[in-house]
């Protein structure tokens, strides 16, 4: 049986047939033109207009597409990339091990303890996509609130305390940040439960500083690490530092950051959807940082701290600050202030009350006096003038000059601190009773003396090394100030007198220097005419590091060895006789520096032993507590004590040009 076929009929309706063979039969004949024309047609004729203008939309869209699409994978490609790979990939910075900081003893000064830090990624917390409606915004705020306030509560913290650390490090929202240091075991494991319902936030396991609190003036030369700031990490981005890291904040973790930092290693994971690690990419260990082995000797440092302490309270007074150096190489065995802080207050960051009550103390415990602290240095000073004086022939070691007790320049008198004066004096004695009338004439001249004056005196100053930094590895050193004819017009607008001569002659007027200055320049005294460069450093990964650099001055060792032996004469038979019963020879001399107005002195003592081979010079400061003598001298007395009790003696050896 033949099977129906469909046929469309003239008037378009579908009809069927019997049979293939039998519709045949019925087809009428179209062969002519006018059955051409009623031939049957589908669809419907498009006008050429329309379809130019579709077609160009058309291609408009397709070359959109293809621009849109080159864009995406081509321009933009890799930054896509990028972003589906830290979907996909988590990186873990793994912290190199700060090195550790040791005294010559191989005391540890600074060293590391492990501790959690809680950190907050700003991408990972709760958000909404742009341009959702105001309830979606809503909730996704509550939700926000929501983790941020349990993590608060779980770390101890105040919400806002979170907030700020977010607005501080606002453009690092695909790096953690800390929010947290310091977080005992048990409050990390609360958090490590909790961390599945806080998006955004981590642990991590790192190691903090911790200081020698035996010698709390530490705290001005080691200093402290603290969490990096938002400026800090900006700064040195390119380095690799990253919001989570320490950072060297004062002392020479600041000044050797790049040494103590290390290198930081690097784990990197593959994660699923929702952060849970699956293996394993690839492992960077971390190097550690470079471990540093300081000149200073903790012991002393210990007790110098201790007696200093001692006399500012019988003094009472509040500050002070002792150098003590080797003058043969510029290697500091103790450098204390005070008062002194704990630099383990600031490691995982002060509370403000704390930090308001260092910062509100009148005592300023923060501030290193030894280094950046100025004063005038009264008749420390002489020395270097007593040298000045000599070497450009004002005197030589037999000039005498008679001292009644000053000397009157037309109506001002400039007068000795014994009333009736010191009689016949030479430069010997002068240094050993430190006799102003003998500075007064070899400073700025009297009767038939032509003195140095000041252009003289400042310039021989400076050979010593003040008015300038002695480059010590701390930050904040204070360069002091060398007063000048043309600085006092300017800034006082007046001229300069040969009373302000007389004034720098016996280290006062304007003249300020700091005591690790006058350390210096008593070394080159001490070593028979060498200048040496103050420095801590002296060894880096079992490395010694060769002496610093210092300005190669061409003293002369026969005036030097005069101005030793002044000094000298000021133990056995002047200012500083209560230490002529030390087991070894020192030299010395002492000070008594007015500050100005009705405020009480300055106590000042600088002195170096054993004194034919010096291996320790001191410098004491003791601020308004009156004479150097009373109060600076006994200090230092101990000190060589101590030194010489325990190997100090037996540590000389002889210095370059000095003399007996």
Not at 488 to 494: N, Y
């Amino acid at each position: 049986m033949d099977s129906p076929i469909f046929v469309v009929q003239d008037d378009g309706r579908f009809g069927s047939a019997r049979s293939a063979s039998g519709l045949l039969d019925e087809i009428p004949d179209f062969s002519s033109a006018d059955a051409e024309r009623r031939r049957p047609v589908v669809g419907r004729a498009i006008p050429r207009r329309r379809f130019t203008v579709w077609a160009v939309l058309l291609a408009i869209s397709f070359a959109g597409l293809t621009a849109r699409a080159a864009q995406l994978q081509i321009l933009q490609g890799a930054a896509y990339r990028a972003q589906a790979d830290r979907n996909r990939i988590e990186e873990k910075v793994v912290p190199a091990p700060r090195g550790v900081i040791t005294d010559r003893n191989g005391l540890v000064l600074a060293g590391n303890v492990p501790t959690f830090i809680l950190t907050v990624r700003a991408a990972g917390l709760p958000s909404v996509p742009a341009g959702a409606d105001p309830w979606d915004l809503s909730r996704a705020q509550q939700a926000r609130d929501a983790v941020l306030d349990k993590a608060a509560a779980l770390a101890g913290l105040q919400r806002a305390d979170i907030d700020e650390v977010l607005s501080s490090f606002a453009d690092a929202a695909q790096d953690p940040v800390a929010v947290k240091r310091g977080l005992s075991y048990e409050a990390a494991m609360r958090i490590a439960v909790a961390l599945p319902e806080l998006p955004g936030f981590g642990l991590q396991t790192s190691a903090i500083r911790t200081y020698d609190t035996s010698a709390l003036s530490l705290g001005h030369v080691i200093g402290y690490t603290g969490a990096i700031s938002a400026d800090e990490e900006r700064a040195r981005k390119d380095q690799g530092y990253r919001p989570t890291d320490d950072i060297g904040k004062t002392g020479l973790e600041e000044t050797e950051e790049s040494r103590l930092r290390g290198t930081p290693g690097l784990t990197t994971y593959e994660v699923d959807a929702k952060g849970r690690q699956l293996k394993l990419v690839d492992q960077q260990a971390p190097v550690p940082g470079e471990n540093l082995t300081l000149s200073l000797d903790l012991p002393l440092q210990r007790f110098v701290e201790q007696r200093l302490n001692q006399e500012l309270q019988k003094a009472k007074v509040a500050k002070g600050a002792v150098v003590a150096i080797d003058p043969r190489d510029g290697a500091i065995r103790a450098l204390v202030s005070l008062p002194a802080f704990d630099a383990n207050q600031f490691v995982n960051g002060i509370g403000a009350g704390a930090y308001k009550a260092l910062a509100d103390d009148p005592a300023q415990p923060l501030f290193s006096r030894a280094v950046s602290g100025t004063y005038p240095a009264g008749s420390t000073f002489k020395p270097f003038v007593a040298y000045a004086a000599l070497k450009e022939g004002v005197v030589n070691e037999h000039t005498s000059f008679l001292s009644t007790g000053g000397i009157r320049v037309g109506p001002w008198f400039f007068p000795d601190w014994k009333v009736g004066g010191h009689g016949i004096t030479d430069i010997r004695k002068a240094l050993a009773w430190s006799i102003n009338t003998f500075f007064y004439i070899v400073g700025g001249g009297f009767e038939n003396t032509t003195g140095l004056g000041v252009e003289r005196i400042t310039a021989y100053a400076r050979t010593f090394g003040f008015g300038s930094k002695t480059g010590i590895e701390l930050p904040g050193e204070a360069a002091g100030f060398l007063p000048s004819k043309e600085w006092k017009l300017e800034a006082k607008g007046q001229p300069w007198f040969v009373g302000d001569t007389y004034h720098l002659a016996i280290g006062q007027g304007d003249l300020l220097v700091t005591p690790l200055q006058i350390a210096g320049g008593l070394s080159v005294i001490a070593n028979g005419g060498r200048r040496v460069t103050p420095h801590l450093v002296s060894d880096v990964d079992g490395r010694p590091l060769p002496p610093a650099p210092a300005p190669d001055v061409p003293f002369d060792a026969a005036d030097i060895q005069i101005v030793r032996e002044g000094m000298r004469q000021a133990v056995t038979d002047g200012s500083c006789h209560f230490l002529h019963d030390l087991p070894v020879p020192v030299a010395g001399k002492t000070g008594t520096a007015q500050p100005g107005g009705s405020v009480q002195t300055h106590a000042w003592f600088a002195g170096f032993g054993p004194y034919d081979a010096p291996n320790l010079a001191i410098v004491v400061l003791l601020e308004n507590a009156g004479g150097g003598d009373v109060y600076a001298v006994p200090v230092a007395k101990d000190i060589f004590a101590w030194w010489f009790a325990h190997g100090g003696a037996g540590d000389a050896a002889p210095a370059p040009n000095a003399g007996g």
